[in-house]
């Protein structure tokens, strides 16, 4: 069991240029999301989708596109990278903990750190 | 006002010593909260998930929650040269159709050995 699973690790880029952020969960959660972090600001919602074919935006979603490929797969699409894009970006998936009622639980890929130059 | 608020530290205390973490929240129908550690370079790590008013014990951690203030909380006993990290505090409530968890910035802990 991987949990959530995240390719690449590092990656850089010049401005302009375009890419695709990977994300896969085995845990068989209805909810992914993206985020990205930046030094004094915290985890911002950049996409989200809520089950298998939705996707909707979340805070910071200028510049950024998703696709929700199944119910494993989620990924992040940059297509004209800008400084302003470099940050560390996480993806996550929600499901519920079993805990008590409508309790639910978010865990975390390992991470892309991302620099547009 | 933030909707999840934290002290950003940095937090130091000795090796051995209780380190107490808070966080206030302002969604009143906020349902689920939970506390990850964040080790500098990796990615946020859940290590404690409370539901209702009270306590929540596991291991040196626990939680504690009240809703009526709206106020969440750490306490990490004996703490460990291996507890300093950044500690963020986030909240869950169900809003069209999805979980959405809003985080704060983070606590910033030092236990010095």
């Known amino acids: 069991n991987a949990g959530v699973t995240q390719t690449p690790k590092f990656q850089v880029l010049k401005t302009g240029q375009s890419m695709t952020l990977q994300c896969a969960q085995d845990?068989?959660?209805?909810?992914m999301y993206w985020y990205r972090q930046d030094p004094g600001m915290g985890l911002r919602l950049i996409y989200y989708s809520a089950s298998e074919g939705t996707t909707d935006k979340g805070e910071v979603p200028n510049g950024y596109n998703v696709s929700r490929l199944n119910k494993r797969e989620f990924s992040l699409r940059l297509e004209s990278a800008a400084p302003s894009q470099t940050s560390v970006y996480f993806c996550?998936?929600?499901?519920?903990?079993?805990?008590?009622?409508?309790?639910?639980?978010?865990?975390f890929g390992p991470g892309t750190r991302l620099t547009v130059t | 006002q933030k909707e999840v608020e934290q002290n950003s530290g940095p937090l130091s205390v000795p090796e051995g010593a209780i380190a107490s973490l808070n966080c206030t929240y302002s969604d009143r129908v906020s349902q689920s909260f939970f506390w990850y550690r964040q080790y500098s370079g990796k990615s946020p790590e859940l290590i404690m998930s409370?539901?209702?008013?009270g306590d929540k014990e596991d291991g040196r951690f626990t939680a504690q929650l009240n809703k009526a203030s709206q106020y969440v909380s750490l306490l990490i006993r004996d703490s460990q040269p291996s507890d300093s990290a950044t500690y963020l505090c986030?909240?869950?409530?169900?809003?069209?159709?999805?979980?959405?968890?809003?985080f704060g910035t983070g606590t910033k802990l030092q236990v010095i050995p």
């Open positions: 409370i539901y209702s008013n």
């Open positions: 996550a998936s929600t499901g519920s903990s079993g805990r008590a009622p409508s309790s639910y639980e978010q865990y």
């Open positions: 986030a909240v869950n409530r169900v809003t069209g159709g999805y979980q959405k968890v809003t």
């Open positions: 845990m068989n959660h209805n909810s």
